[in-house]
């Protein structure tokens, strides 16, 4: 499967962004997905997760209240709505899936990647 985030951009603190990523192929509703982000000179961290048929979500303590992942199998696309950004949300935002049944929050547990779009948020 291939992956395409998109949705990024520069946003002051308080404001809110949409990411969306994408996937080709038909197995999409197969696949459990993952949100991540990268901060510079930071490791790649778990944002958020959701099972394959968007009943089920996990999210890092961090974006907990603030973020929302959801899917849509007919769209072939997984979202991420995130509200209230703080500056410690900026980081490149990278979409993955996986075939794992359970919550995966590591990225050795992702066996795919979309590219990564770039989120600033300005204080």
């Known amino acids: 499967v291939q992956l395409q985030a998109s949705g990024g951009g520069l946003v002051q603190s308080g404001g809110s962004l949409r990411l969306s990523c994408a996937a080709s192929?038909?197995?999409?509703?197969?696949?459990?997905m993952g949100w991540f982000r990268q901060a510079p000179g930071k490791e790649r961290e778990f944002v958020a997760h959701?099972?394959?048929?968007?009943?089920?979500?996990y999210y890092a303590d961090s974006v907990k209240g603030r973020f929302t992942i959801s899917r849509d199998n007919a769209k072939n696309t997984v979202y991420l709505q995130m509200n209230s950004l703080k500056p410690e949300d900026t980081a490149v935002y990278y979409c993955?899936?996986?075939?794992?049944?359970?919550?995966?929050?590591?990225?050795?547990?992702?066996?795919?990647w979309g590219q990564g779009t770039q989120v600033t948020v300005s204080s």
């Open positions: 959701i099972n394959w048929s968007g009943l089920n979500t």
């Open positions: 993955a899936a996986t075939f794992r049944t359970t919550i995966a929050t590591t990225t050795r547990e992702y066996a795919y």
């Open positions: 192929g038909r197995a999409f509703s197969r696949y459990a």
